[in-house]
Structures are given as C-alpha cells and as structure tokens.
C-alpha cells in the first residue's frame, strides 16, 4: 500500500493525495504534524532514495526543504547530523513523501516516477 507523510495544508501533498485518488490507487495518508514518522519508516525512506542518489549523504539532502523558514538550522549541520535533524523535526522535510512499501519512495511530487508504481 502507498503512504504519503504530510500536512493537511501542504499544496503538494494534497496533489499527492489527488493524483492518486483519481487513479484509484489506494493509500494512507499520515499527517505529520498529528503522528511522527517512526524510526524504521524514516530509516527505510533514506534507504530507498540511497539506491537512487547513490549515497545517504544525498538522500538526506534531498528529502530537506530548502524552502523551510527552518532550513538555516539545518544547512550548516555536519552530515551525520543532518538525518538526525530531520527525524526529529519532520517539518523539515519535503513534502510529500511517498512511499510504495519498503523498498521504493520519493519526496516532493514524483509524478513519473508513481506511474510506475501502478
């Protein structure tokens, strides 16, 4: 089943949520500002964009919001301290991410990429 983590107010993860509604493809929605993502869901969707980016260092990177009226906080941090940061403050990061079980997740609107998820 598809997961996206996001916020009820985010534009684009409601252009997640419509563009799979229309397609009838069902999912589950988690707003991240009522449950946290868990420890494992986290681990596994920088594990997944690791295989794409090639590295952890850029997968973290990429799941921040460079938009984030918080992000000064986080551009500066050390590397190893970055996945940290984002765990524990979900509001940083780039929404919407989408996940298609385990092995497989985007963050920020991936429209190509969920067409192969069908």
């Not at 295989?51 to 941090?77: C, H, I, N, P, W």
């Amino acid at each position: 089943m598809i997961q996206i983590f996001g916020t009820t107010k985010n534009f684009d993860t409601k252009k997640a949520q419509m563009w799979f509604k229309e397609r009838r493809i069902p999912f589950q929605f988690i707003d991240l500002k009522e449950k946290e993502m868990s420890r494992s869901e986290f681990e596994s969707v920088v594990d997944s964009l690791s295989r794409e980016t090639g590295s952890r260092a850029d997968a973290v990177a990429l799941l921040a919001d460079k938009k984030s009226k918080d992000y000064a906080s986080f551009a500066y941090l050390d590397d190893a301290d970055k996945e940290e940061k984002l765990f524990e403050n979900p509001l940083l990061l780039k929404l919407p991410i989408c996940r298609n079980g385990k092995n497989a997740a985007t963050c920020g609107l991936e429209v190509k990429i969920w067409e192969g998820w069908k």
